[in-house]
Nanobody, 122 residues
């Protein structure tokens, strides 16, 4: 059974840190990564990571807002992707979604986690 399960969202004060995790079962992902969606805004990509560890972004990239603060990594043996978030700011408040894809027959299939809430507030 295919599952994409996220964890790690929480309420933290400004300047705090969180580590999000996302584990997939029933599917082996090619690219994995994280998106986020703040209230009233479109979903935007944070960072994606390929199977060899190459980091890349997409057309809706968050840009410089997370540069130097957010780090994505993956453990292929565990089929898990992580997002380490440091020096969190109030504008980072959003629902964070795990993303993964595969292409067993040449067509790309996209998968999403259920979302985990990150709230940055004093």
């Amino acid at each position: 059974q295919l599952q994409v399960v996220e964890s790690g969202g929480n309420l933290v004060p400004p300047g705090g840190s969180l580590r999000l995790s996302c584990t997939a079962s029933g599917v082996i992902f090619n690219d994995m990564g994280w998106y986020r969606q703040a209230p009233g805004k479109q979903r935007e990509v944070i960072k994606l990571i390929g199977p060899t560890g190459k980091i890349f972004t997409g057309p809706s990239f968050t840009g410089d807002s997370v540069r130097g603060r957010f780090t994505v990594s993956r453990d292929n043996a565990k089929n898990t992707v992580y997002l380490q978030m440091d020096n969190l700011q109030t504008e980072d408040t959003a629902v964070y979604y795990c993303y993964g894809d595969d292409s067993p027959d040449g067509r790309v299939n996209q998968y999403w986690g259920q979302g985990t809430q990150v709230t940055v507030s004093s």
